[in-house]
């Protein structure tokens, strides 16, 4: 099974021709599109729809991403295995926000044949699903110890504070974290606040429940089903009242 994750939208043909280029050399794979409709280069969005979605697919899927694909042919995609399950794209940055410090490998496309990124993409998948993506069977991927990285989530004890970023605005307009609910409940239960950068005025949070609390007047952090920390407001649209968007610093800090 091969999943595909783009901003590139269906109005185009691009992921058509894509699917096409997988079926000439995969006619009996099957493809399953998870979104085409991500913010144009946004990588932390895609970073947090790819890892929060691939759990729900059996392991050996093959998640091809195409969003910030550089689209050279001097680009050299690169594989990564991690928790059963692979992941096909260019090294934007996205797999080091999606992954950071857990335990992958990763292989990196190393063959002369001259084309473009979508063909090599093409071709690794099906080396991958064919099982030749280990060095000892195929001269064509080598493995890489170094990926590109981006900021991560971080909590820092000695200042009592936890950064992280907006990752994601859902169809509800809530504000999605990349900060886990684990790493919130590791500085224990003490009073915090949590400002929300935009280019207006900061948004300042004072309260936090681990479900959609309708009695809950002001705006405040919950529990959202993917373990991240999410901005809401019952029945509001928060991301759009608080003009809150994709990228926005997020700072809590304890008591």
């Given at each position: 099974m091969i999943t595909l994750l783009s901003d590139w939208k269906l109005r185009d043909p691009y992921v058509g021709i894509f699917k096409g280029q997988l079926l000439n050399l995969l006619p009996n794979i099957k493809i399953v599109d998870i979104t085409?409709?991500?913010?144009?280069?946004?990588?932390?969005?895609?970073?947090?729809?790819?890892?929060?979605?691939?759990?729900?697919?059996?392991?050996?899927?093959?998640?091809?991403?195409?969003?910030?694909?550089?689209?050279?042919?001097?680009?050299?995609?690169?594989?990564?295995?991690?928790?059963?399950?692979?992941?096909?794209?260019?090294?934007?940055?996205?797999?080091s926000i999606m992954f950071g410090t857990e335990n992958f490998e990763a292989y990196q496309y190393n063959s002369n044949i001259e084309i473009n990124v979508m063909e090599k993409l093409a071709l690794m998948a099906s080396w991958v699903i064919k099982g030749n993506y280990v060095e000892d069977t195929t001269p064509y991927m080598t493995l890489k110890f170094q990926l590109n990285n981006l900021s991560a989530p971080e909590y820092n004890t000695?200042?009592?504070?936890?950064?992280?970023?907006?990752?994601?605005?859902?169809?509800?307009?809530?504000?999605?974290?990349?900060?886990?609910?684990s790493m919130f409940e590791a500085a224990g239960e003490k009073p915090f606040t949590a400002l929300i950068s935009n280019d207006?005025?900061?948004?300042?949070?004072?309260?936090?429940?681990?479900?959609y609390n309708s009695r809950e007047s002001e705006v405040f952090l919950v529990y959202n089903r993917l373990g991240f920390l999410e901005v809401t407001l019952y029945d509001g649209n928060i991301a759009a009242l608080a003009d809150i968007k994709v990228g926005n610093n997020v700072e809590i800090q304890f008591e």
């Open positions: 085409h409709s991500l913010e144009l280069g946004n990588l932390s969005q895609v970073a947090f729809i790819a890892k929060n979605s691939y759990p729900f697919f059996p392991k050996k899927t093959l998640h091809i991403i195409l969003s910030g694909l550089s689209f050279s042919s001097n680009t050299k995609p690169i594989l990564i295995v991690h928790d059963e399950h692979l992941f096909l794209g260019e090294d934007t940055g996205v797999f000695e200042r009592k504070l936890i950064t992280g970023k907006i990752a994601y605005i859902d169809s509800c307009c809530n504000a999605v974290t990349n900060i886990p609910i207006a005025r900061p948004l300042k949070i004072t309260r936090c429940h681990p479900f």
